[in-house]
């Protein structure tokens, strides 16, 4: 059984992550979308609101499980005996960050865990966690960023009610 892990931050959840979720699956018998409790950012969800979100927007991809995780990815991985890792690339910026981290994984995992990278849809290439809480942050429209559920969560913590 192929299987693969997709670890980020997911703070909140978005139609380009959805996006890169449903193509991997596709790929792999079974992905693990996992959260990473990451204690050098402060977030604007906690990891179990991430999670539940996750869980709604995926509930109806089989394949898919949702899960968090704290610490190295290798250690998490290895633990799961999975060993490849997804990642999404938007532009050029991305992938020189991706590149040193997934050259890392490979060396400090033994060649344990590769990354695989799945390049953005065109439409979500504009799409960050960070662009759709600033605009939301101003009571801008995200609708066409996050699934409506998700919107209304992210209003709810800037404190309008729409
Ligand atoms: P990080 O894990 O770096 O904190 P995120 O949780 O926002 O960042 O993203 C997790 C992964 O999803 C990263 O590989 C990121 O490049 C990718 N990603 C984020 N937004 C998009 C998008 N719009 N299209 C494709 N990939 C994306």
Request: hydrophobic fraction near 40%; charged fraction near 25%; glycine fraction near 6%.
């Amino acid at each position: 059984m192929k299987a693969a892990i997709y670890p980020g931050s997911f703070d909140p959840v978005t139609f380009g992550h959805l996006d890169i979720i449903k193509r991997a699956a596709q790929i792999f018998d079974e992905l693990t979308v996992s959260v990473l409790n990451n204690k050098t950012k402060t977030p604007l969800f906690s990891v179990e609101e991430r999670v539940k979100m996750l869980e709604e927007a995926t509930r109806d991809l089989p394949n898919v499980r949702i899960e968090s995780f704290s610490g190295l990815l290798i250690d998490y991985a290895r633990d799961k005996n999975i060993h490849v890792a997804i990642r999404g690339l938007r532009a050029f910026t991305d992938f020189e960050y991706e590149l040193q981290i997934a050259q890392t994984n490979r060396k400090f995992s033994g060649g344990d865990l590769d990354t695989m990278f799945l390049t953005t849809s065109l439409e979500y290439a504009y799409l960050s966690s960070s662009t759709v809480k600033e605009v939301a942050s101003f009571n801008g429209d995200i609708s066409q960023c996050v699934p409506e559920f998700v919107g209304k969560l992210i209003y709810q913590k800037y404190g309008y009610d729409r």
